[in-house]
């Protein structure tokens, strides 16, 4: 797990980008909830985390597909691949990814 931000640091439903080992990853806060997606869409690479948050997911700013945040999942084309969920903690008002544990894998 690798500390990124305080949870303080989140807006809700308003993504974040942040590096993790390497890996461009989006958080998204939905109340006390975090979820971490790899911050690349699976159509054309564009980073997800430039894109608006609804009741759907995180969708792409390019060309529409809105992603799952808890499966990764497109839900509208042209996408057909989902993205990387990563695990999240929150403690002590941190956020830790782990993008070693893929969850929708
Ligand atoms: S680049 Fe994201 S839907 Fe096309």
Not at 63 to 75: E, Q
Not at 94 to 102: K, N, R, S, Y
């Amino acid at each position: 797990m690798t500390r990124v931000c305080a949870l303080s640091d989140l807006d809700d439903g308003k993504p974040l980008a942040v590096e993790v080992d390497d890996v461009a990853v989006v958080l998204v806060r939905q109340g006390d909830e975090v979820h971490a997606l790899r911050d690349e869409c699976s159509h054309s690479a564009v980073e997800l985390s430039e894109g608006e948050v609804s009741r759907k997911g995180i969708e792409c700013w390019l060309h529409g597909s809105c992603f799952d945040l808890r499966t990764g999942r497109p839900s509208a084309l042209p996408a057909t691949d989902p993205i990387d969920v990563y695990a999240v903690t929150v403690e002590s008002g941190e956020v830790h990814v782990d993008i070693t544990t893929v969850l929708n894998t």
